[in-house]
């Protein structure tokens, strides 16, 4: 049997009942043909290499008879005529004759497999893009098309009723003219005339002219009388040619008659295309994709995607690598890179900015680099590079270094340009000279617009240069520190942002839509942005780490008609939890019922109460005290480890103190305040313990612990930058039982953990070093990150509890306040502003039993505070701040995955 017309019935599609015809390696699945065609044109599977279950199997016919010779079969494939060959095909004369004769060369032939599996691999590029592009969009055109038949049999019949009638006025204007130029200018009696008068007149003349020449011949013979003739001066003749009247200066055309009619206007709208509005939609949040952790950098300082499975990246220590999505590392070049200094060409050649200031290119198979602009002007140097796909241009962000001295110091100025090169390096455009202070990142939107991040703000001019717009962050004249920056298919711009951690969404006009990403999980801080046009993937690297994420935030219309009005209005609201059925709701009136002053501390930077009279206190010189509220130190301990000054301690359900000592161990200090034991021994020495908490409905302990990293360059140097951190649990005896360090997708939760908390829910809350305050079921499952109010705001998060409601407390050192948000993340409200209390807050315990929360302070102070609470139904109901303001309880602060 014929295995190439053999019908694979046997195989079900792997999604509906049909039979299969096509095999995805990617995913490991059968597919139908029209599974087949969804599965290309979806972005989740758009760069899978789909192909067909004769390819899969290698069941490809390996003898096929030839059409010229039916009892011969194809054996070679000639390549310059381009077709396969049997051996009686070499009587074709380009096949017969020798190399020698006829000066002829013998083409070239090669096995048939061999070149089968050329060209395949050839035009599978060219087959993916019709696939998933081709012929997703080009069936877009078919509704626009059917409307413009139906429309203009009407349309051009009012056009044709006007050109009519104006063809009628011209008609008649021609007519006018033609008979007052037959009977007037163009009359045939009054230019015979004319020409009458001018021939006597030209007979006179010659007349005399004869006369003239006679009376000059016979000078000789009467001298004086010549002398006398020639005083009279011969009259002049002035010829005028009446014939010039019958010429045209020029001839009737087509464009004479077009111009007659300008009144009605046929221009030509150029080639019929579809917008991305009609192709593509805003996703209601960011999906994750992939994440990478790259070696041969230590951060991701800026990213340039060469394809849907390639990407350069650069750090700030000289390193530029490119890499895949499969962790791998494709090349390595050292260069001096630190922000936009690389780009990637429509030849997918690297563009980047060496050591020198000169703009270098390699080409697209490593091989080959050359200079593409030389640096001439020492005075200015580049910056940052970003190659325009749609006009073939290179967009250079200048900088150029003032320094001025002052009568105290010297200070250094900057001001930044943008230049504008051609393909072949020739300057053709200089923008923006006054507009930028700094030129770090530069790109360009779709509109032409050029969009540089600046040193506080995205400044946007248009392609000639215009300044459009500056954006510095919601609400306008925040601070914003600007950094990566790029743009996606619908024009959007997206910028990262080194205030508050995020990633910003503006529109084209500089609009702030969103906050795409905040603190993500294993990137933390986001430093390099690039959009992948192909299968509209973002690519985020991170600052603070080597660790690059892949997200996807537009998905294609559902249907080709698809355009939800509220897809940008889905992105900006976040998602909102259910409020359990007769939750308790605070009655934010906290009463201060006393303040303690504490000597011999140096700031409370953590406490844990014991008693509703005791508290252990600890400060930065590694002290720990146990005092009561009339501030006597009952006992003291000064072994704690200095260099963990958060929550690095903390009681029992017998009362007893857990806390880290100096060497990094977990030690227990019985009641009777002598005797110790070590509950946890630390055996991993670059896994150091942060903070602890005993969980009372368990009797589990819960430590924070983190690791500076070992950075990826081969040097095997420690960074104590680029950290990790994980929450591990132990129970009653000090056995592990559980390690919390991932997140659903994977990826790291942790940079640091300071301090830790259990909720009544069972949840695990940690307040991270970078902006965050971390919440995961008890089993690890991850569940929210709150940054702040309003979301995505910057949060410097300090001292945690919770309180009997499940409410969150946490120290915010930004707005020297402490905000409780309920147990899903959603922001409630705001305690101890600066007009409440005297001093910062910065740490907290919560006692169940008295209803006092214990408020500590960066100086001596400890305020204790009457947290009184009630009943309320109503999960609606306005919650008051101390301030007057309403702030809706279900009001979002909360980054959901």
Request: glycine share 6%; charged share 20%; with cysteine.
């Amino acid at each position: 049997m014929d295995p190439a017309s053999t019908t694979y019935r046997v195989h079900q599609c792997s999604k509906c009942p049909r039979d299969t015809e096509y095999y995805c390696e990617p995913c490991s699945c059968d597919l139908c043909q029209k599974c087949k065609e969804n599965h290309v044109k979806n972005l989740k599977t758009i760069d899978h290499n789909v192909v067909s279950h004769h390819e899969k199997f290698n069941n490809i016919p390996t003898q096929e008879i030839c059409v010229r010779h039916p009892r011969k079969v194809y054996i070679n494939y000639c390549e310059p005529c381009q077709i396969p060959v049997c051996d009686s095909c070499f009587g074709h004369k380009s096949h017969r004759f020798p190399i020698t004769l006829f000066r002829k060369e013998r083409h070239n032939f090669e096995s048939i497999q061999l070149a089968y599996k050329t060209k395949l691999h050839q035009h599978r590029g060219t087959i993916h893009t019709i696939r998933s592009e081709a012929l997703f969009y080009r069936p877009v055109l078919l509704p626009g098309i059917t409307d413009d038949i139906k429309t203009c049999r009407t349309e051009f019949s009012l056009y044709q009723s006007e050109i009519l009638k104006k063809a009628q006025k011209l008609k008649d204007l021609i007519d006018c003219v033609l008979y007052d130029l037959l009977n007037n200018v163009f009359c045939d009696s009054d230019f015979k005339h004319r020409c009458l008068n001018q021939k006597i007149e030209i007979i006179r003349h010659i007349a005399s002219l004869q006369i003239y020449v006679y009376r000059y011949e016979q000078s000789t013979l009467s001298p004086y009388k010549f002398l006398s003739s020639i005083k009279t001066v011969i009259s002049q003749i002035h010829l005028q040619l009446h014939t010039s009247q019958l010429s045209m200066t020029e001839s009737l055309n087509k464009e004479d008659v077009m111009e007659s009619l300008s009144a009605i206007q046929i221009t030509e709208r150029g080639n019929r295309r579809v917008g991305n509005q009609c192709l593509l939609k805003l996703m209601s949040a960011p999906v994750f994709q992939q994440s990478l952790t790259l070696r041969g950098v230590d951060r991701c300082y800026h990213i340039s995607c060469v394809s849907s499975d390639r990407a350069w990246v650069s750090d700030k220590e000289n390193n530029l690598i490119l890499i895949s999505t499969k962790d791998d590392i494709l090349h390595h070049q050292i260069k001096s890179l630190e922000y936009g200094l690389h780009t990637v060409n429509s030849k997918m050649e690297l563009i980047y900015v060496d050591s020198n200031h000169d703009i270098k290119i390699i080409s697209s198979n490593l091989k080959e680099s050359k200079v593409f602009i030389e640096r001439t002007n020492y005075a200015w140097r580049p910056h940052c590079v970003y190659w325009s796909s749609s006009f073939q241009e290179l967009l250079v962000g200048m900088q150029k270094m003032y320094v001025v001295t002052s009568n105290k110091a010297g200070y250094c100025y900057k001001s930044g340009k943008v230049n504008r090169y051609d393909r072949t390096g020739h300057l053709t455009q200089t923008i923006g000279q006054g507009l930028y202070r700094v030129t770090n990142y530069i790109t360009e939107n779709n509109n032409g617009d050029v969009v540089v991040s600046a040193f506080d703000k995205v400044v946007v001019t248009e392609r000639g240069g215009r300044h459009r717009f500056s954006y510095t962050g919601p609400p306008s004249g925040s601070r914003l520190l600007p950094r990566g920056i790029c743009t996606d298919a619908l024009s959007h711009i997206l910028v990262c942002d080194g205030t508050t951690k995020t990633v910003q969404m503006l529109d084209k006009d500089g609009q702030f839509l969103s906050h795409l990403l905040i603190r993500p999980s294993g990137i933390f801080s986001p430093r390099s942005l690039s959009y992948d046009v192909n299968t509209h993937r973002l690519w985020v690297g991170s600052q603070d780490n080597n660790t690059v994420v892949l997200y996807r935030f537009i998905d294609r219309q559902g249907t080709l008609r698809d355009q939800s009005p509220n897809v940008m209005e889905s992105l900006v609201k976040k998602k909102k939890q259910p409020h359990q059925e007769n939750e308790c709701q605070l009655i934010y009136t906290p009463k201060l019922d006393q303040t303690i002053i504490i000597t011999g501390i140096y700031g409370c930077n953590h406490m844990s109460c014991v008693t509703s009279d005791r508290v252990w206190v600890s400060d930065r010189e590694k002290n720990l005290m146990l005092t009561n509220t009339r501030g006597d130190i009952l006992h003291h301990l000064n072994n704690l480890c200095r260099y963990f000054i958060h929550g690095s301690h903390t009681v029992t359900s017998k009362s007893e103190l857990i806390y880290i000592d100096d060497n990094h161990n977990i030690i227990k200090l019985m009641n009777d305040l002598k005797h110790t034991t070590t509950f946890v021994e630390t055996s991993d020495s670059t896994w150091k313990p942060r903070c602890v908490h005993w969980s009372s409905s368990t009797e589990d302990l819960l430590v924070g612990s983190y690791r500076n990293k070992v950075d990826h360059k081969g040097k095997g140097k420690i960074n104590r930058y680029y950290q990790t951190g994980k929450v591990t649990r132990y129970n009653k005896n000090g056995q592990l039982t559980n390690i919390i360090q991932q997140g659903n997708t994977g990826l790291e939760l942790y940079n640091r953990p300071d301090y830790i908390t259990e909720n009544n829910n069972g949840d695990v809350v940690v307040s991270d070093t970078l902006s965050a305050v971390v919440v995961t079921e008890r089993e690890g499952i991850y569940r929210f990150t709150y940054t702040g109010h309003p979301s995505g705001s910057r949060l410097e998060p300090h001292g945690v509890c919770a309180d009997e409601m499940s409410h969150i407390l946490v120290c915010d050192g930004k707005t020297h306040s402490v905000h409780i948000i309920d147990q899903h993340g959603q922001f409630l409200s705001q305690l101890f502003t600066s007009s409440e209390i005297l001093d910062k807050p910065y740490s907290l315990s919560y006692n169940s039993t008295t209803q006092h929360l214990w408020v500590g302070s960066l100086s001596n102070k400890v305020f204790i505070y009457k947290y009184e609470t009630g009943k309320d139904t109503q999960t609606d109901q306005q919650i008051h701040t101390p301030d007057g303001d309403a702030l809706s309880s279900s009001t979002s602060a909360v980054e959901w995955r």
